[in-house]
């Protein structure tokens, strides 16, 4: 279901260029041996975020490429994380009854849901590997902690996040020595991202998305001094409404657990809260996006534990849980966006399957963000321009796919009409599929 969900979205024209028109270019791009530097994102594939884990996938690329073989790696990796999940509930004490409702409630998880649906990201295939971390854990084999926690590290550098979080559980649970081991392990390896391949790459922001958090300094002394010395900023920045209200559909699901929860695993989800409520991008106070759903899973692997399974009707088997998370999933999960938002470009999905058999496997294309995922196993695509200068797009392409009325994100009607104009006015051939959608090729 969540497969289908996925690519249901994906044919409806509402996935984008960023960010599975970007994976999907980086894995076919290395697939065909070509050097994996994503045009879209202009940054090679290892730069982006570190994911190693990418490097496997695209050898599943060279027998099945495209975005719906994405959109299967990822629902399947969050359909069987309940796996793990199951054995934990079972070490525990919980009857198959009670472990059938611990994986309905991380099923049921709001932001599982949405996250399936808004593109690829590859460190959602950590999930699992997380679950197992914990599992590992609750057996003492810190060895497996060790190795499982850097195969997460391997699917996105924030991770680091995650494995902090594990560090600050293995002290609380007197584990210092591999408390000590796993931050060596982290630390290492951002810092072999940081100082060694990103620069080697030519990636020039070392920190992703270092521009959410500025306000609060450039280097570690100046934000701790702004954090002493100006902690109202901190308030403006992080929208404090904003702060609580995400906290609350964060902990909401799990109202009714929580507190019988073991607080030393609930710990490894700190730094990673506390990063999407210091973040000031909004999308990482939502359940909307994936940003949230590791933090989800480590609050759900620990209330599973024996105290809510040994009382009758209380924990997993209260009914005001089970109303709670359904209640929950109707409101914060979007399953209507189908009815309505995801409506919106049906409209053009038949005269873009006629573009697209109009469009050379060679050709250089410029489009829209959400035409992009469809057609991304190409060497050259965009769908904005850089540094704003249209001729030297119009030099470096040779096709354009746009509907100025429908510009979609990262552009705007009046920038595609110009790109439009210039082109016709350097003589490009230019036609009119159905009603809106506007396709030029460069004689």
Same mark, same amino acid.
């Given at each position: 279901?969540?497969?289908?969900?996925?690519?249901?979205?994906? *044919?409806?024209?509402?996935?984008?260029?960023?960010?599975? /028109?970007?994976?999907?270019?980086?894995?076919?791009?290395?697939?065909?041996?070509?050097?994996? +530097?994503?045009?879209?994102?202009?940054?090679?594939?290892?730069?982006?975020?570190?994911?190693?884990?990418?490097?496997?996938?695209?050898?599943?690329?060279?027998?099945?490429?495209?975005? @719906?073989?994405?959109?299967?790696?990822?629902?399947?990796?969050? %359909?069987?994380?309940?796996?793990?999940? #199951?054995?934990?509930?079972? $070490?525990?004490?919980?009857?198959?009854? *009670?472990?059938? =409702?611990?994986?309905?409630?991380? #099923?049921?998880?709001?932001?599982?849901?949405?996250?399936?649906?808004?593109?690829?990201?590859?460190?959602?295939?950590?999930?699992?590997?997380? %679950?197992?971390?914990?599992?590992?854990?609750?057996?003492?084999?810190?060895?497996?902690?060790?190795?499982?926690?850097?195969?997460?590290?391997?699917?996105?550098? /924030?991770?680091?996040?995650?494995?902090?979080?594990?560090?600050?559980? =293995?002290?609380?649970? $007197?584990?210092?020595?591999?408390?000590?081991?796993?931050?060596?392990?982290?630390?290492?390896?951002?810092?072999?991202?940081?100082?060694?391949? +990103?620069?080697?790459? /030519? !990636?020039?922001?070392?920190?992703?998305? %270092?521009?959410?958090?500025?306000?609060?300094?450039?280097?570690?002394?100046?934000?701790? &001094? @702004?954090?002493?010395?100006?902690?109202?900023?901190?308030?403006?920045?992080?929208?404090?409404?904003?702060?609580?209200?995400?906290?609350?559909?964060?902990?909401?699901?799990?109202?009714? =657990?929580?507190?019988?929860?073991?607080?030393?695993?609930?710990?490894?989800?700190?730094?990673?809260?506390?990063?999407? =409520?210091?973040?000031?991008?909004?999308? *990482?106070?939502?359940?909307?996006?994936?940003?949230?759903?590791?933090?989800?899973?480590?609050?759900?692997?620990?209330?599973? @534990?024996?105290?809510?399974?040994?009382?009758?009707? $209380?924990?997993?088997?209260?009914?005001?849980?089970?109303?709670?998370?359904?209640?929950?999933?109707?409101?914060?999960? !979007?399953?209507?966006?189908?009815?309505?938002? +995801?409506?919106?470009?049906?409209?053009?999905?038949?005269?873009?399957?006629?573009? !697209?058999?109009?469009?050379?496997?060679?050709?250089?294309?410029?489009?829209?963000?959400?035409?992009?995922?469809?057609?991304?196993?190409?060497? &050259?695509?965009?769908?904005?321009?850089?540094? /704003?200068?249209?001729?030297?797009?119009?030099?470096?392409?040779?096709?354009?796919?746009?509907?100025?009325?429908?510009?979609? #994100?990262?552009?705007?009607?009046?920038?595609? *009409?110009?790109?439009?104009?210039?082109? $016709?006015?350097?003589?490009?051939?230019?036609?009119?599929?159905?009603?809106?959608?506007?396709?030029?090729?460069?004689?």
């Amino acid at each position: 279901m969540l497969w289908f969900l996925a690519s249901y979205r994906h *044919q409806l024209l509402q996935s984008n260029a960023y960010d599975l /028109g970007i994976f999907d270019q980086f894995l076919w791009l290395h697939s065909q041996g070509i050097d994996a +530097y994503s045009s879209l994102f202009e940054v090679h594939m290892l730069a982006d975020h570190g994911a190693f884990i990418l490097l496997v996938l695209s050898l599943i690329y060279k027998i099945i490429p495209g975005p @719906n073989t994405l959109f299967a790696i990822q629902s399947t990796a969050l %359909s069987f994380t309940a796996l793990p999940l #199951w054995t934990l509930a079972k $070490k525990e004490g919980a009857s198959n009854k *009670q472990a059938w =409702l611990v994986c309905i409630t991380w #099923w049921l998880t709001p932001v599982l849901f949405n996250a399936n649906l808004f593109d690829f990201h590859p460190e959602l295939i950590a999930l699992p590997i997380l %679950s197992y971390t914990f599992l590992f854990l609750r057996e003492k084999n810190i060895l497996g902690v060790l190795i499982l926690s850097f195969l997460s590290l391997l699917t996105r550098d /924030g991770m680091v996040l995650v494995t902090t979080g594990i560090c600050l559980t =293995l002290l609380a649970k $007197k584990k210092y020595l591999g408390a000590s081991l796993l931050f060596i392990i982290s630390a290492s390896w951002l810092l072999f991202l940081a100082k060694y391949l +990103y620069p080697a790459l /030519g !990636k020039k922001d070392v920190i992703h998305a %270092s521009s959410r958090y500025n306000y609060l300094g450039e280097s570690v002394s100046e934000i701790a &001094q @702004n954090l002493w010395m100006k902690p109202l900023d901190l308030l403006t920045h992080t929208l404090p409404g904003d702060s609580l209200f995400y906290l609350l559909i964060l902990f909401l699901p799990f109202i009714f =657990l929580i507190i019988r929860s073991d607080k030393t695993i609930l710990m490894s989800s700190f730094p990673l809260i506390l990063s999407n =409520l210091l973040s000031s991008n909004f999308s *990482q106070k939502t359940l909307i996006h994936h940003y949230s759903l590791p933090a989800v899973l480590i609050i759900l692997i620990s209330s599973i @534990n024996c105290k809510n399974f040994s009382i009758p009707g $209380k924990g997993f088997t209260d009914i005001k849980h089970l109303i709670c998370i359904g209640i929950c999933w109707s409101l914060l999960a !979007k399953p209507g966006f189908f009815i309505d938002l +995801y409506k919106t470009r049906t409209h053009m999905i038949d005269d873009f399957a006629i573009a !697209k058999e109009l469009i050379k496997e060679d050709d250089r294309v410029f489009t829209s963000s959400y035409f992009a995922p469809h057609l991304t196993h190409r060497e &050259q695509i965009i769908f904005r321009t850089s540094d /704003g200068n249209i001729w030297k797009a119009l030099k470096n392409h040779n096709v354009i796919l746009l509907n100025p009325l429908e510009p979609g #994100w990262g552009s705007d009607r009046l920038t595609q *009409q110009q790109v439009l104009d210039a082109a $016709k006015s350097k003589n490009w051939e230019c036609k009119l599929i159905g009603k809106t959608l506007n396709l030029c090729k460069k004689n």
